[in-house]
């Protein structure tokens, strides 16, 4: 399955501008990079991986239409899935693409 380009677009609005900004395809999706570092990658299975700091990972489990990230059968601590229906309205999207963003900034350049 191809990542959604409309989503992609969507990203790509948000944040345009953003200083050291890289599109890479990734995962089978397409992974926004910020000064080399993943904030967020439209995935290939449908909605939004976002990076976060592992110790919020829990935290933000309890949210509507968030799960845990699975790569090769385990849970990959620090990333989330956001499906479709988390990300429908800009304000939904905007929220989690700041969030992966801005952590994403937290890491030296590469």
Not at 28 to 34: H, V
Not at 40 to 55: I, K
């Amino acid at each position: 399955m191809s990542y959604d380009e409309d989503l992609a677009h969507r990203v790509r609005e948000l944040l345009a501008g953003e200083r050291g900004l890289d599109e890479k395809r990734m995962f089978g999706g397409l992974a926004f990079l910020i000064d080399g570092n993943m904030s967020v990658c439209v995935s290939g299975q449908g909605g939004l991986m976002v990076r976060v700091p592992r110790e919020d990972t829990e935290k933000l489990l309890d949210r509507d239409h968030v799960e845990p990230m699975i790569m090769a059968g385990r849970e990959t601590r620090g990333w989330l899935r956001v499906s479709v229906e988390g990300v429908k309205t800009k304000r939904q999207l905007q929220g989690w693409v700041k969030r992966g963003v801005d952590y994403a900034k937290s890491f030296p350049a590469k």
